[in-house]
Nanobody
Framework: QVQLMESGGGSVQAGGSLRLSCTAS????????MGWFRQAPGKEREEVAR??????????NYADSVKGRFTISQDSAKNTVTLQMNSLKPEDTAMYYC???????????????????????WGQGTQVTVSS
């Protein structure tokens, strides 16, 4: 059973940076999709960033709202995915969830699906709060 453990959330002022990490245990799939979703109070959950991890490296996808500000990366040796968030805005305030696809449903041409139903393993979430 795959378990995802997130860390790195917190509070920051607008324009600041935070780094989220997600370590997967029991995740032995060779080619796989992992990523981050977020949900703000009163809003629907939305995708943030995804990464297709294979022997040739990582292929990334981003929501338009975070392109150019957020970077997702992976450390295969540590089975860890990191989300570096720069130039944070108050509208980035949300609970951030690490996700993983353990059944091979998420890979698509060009990377990984943006739809949450393709990710069957979810972390408990880490809160990010950005003040103006």
């Amino acid at each position: 059973q795959v378990q995802l453990m997130e860390s790195g959330g917190g509070s920051v002022q607008a324009g600041g940076s935070l780094r989220l990490s997600c370590t997967a245990s029991g995740y032995t799939r060779r080619n796989k999709c992992m990523g981050w979703f977020r949900q703000a109070p009163g809003k629907e959950r939305e995708e943030v960033a995804r990464i297709y991890i294979s022997s040739s490296g990582g292929l990334t996808n981003y929501a338009d709202s975070v392109k150019g500000r957020f970077t997702i990366s992976q450390d295969s040796a540590k089975n860890t995915v990191t989300l570096q968030m720069n130039s944070l805005k108050p509208e980035d305030t949300a609970m951030y969830y690490c996700v993983a696809d353990t059944e091979g449903r998420a890979p698509i041409a060009g990377g990984c699906s943006r739809w949450e139903y393709n990710y069957n393993s979810w972390g408990q979430g880490t809160q990010v709060t950005v003040s103006s």
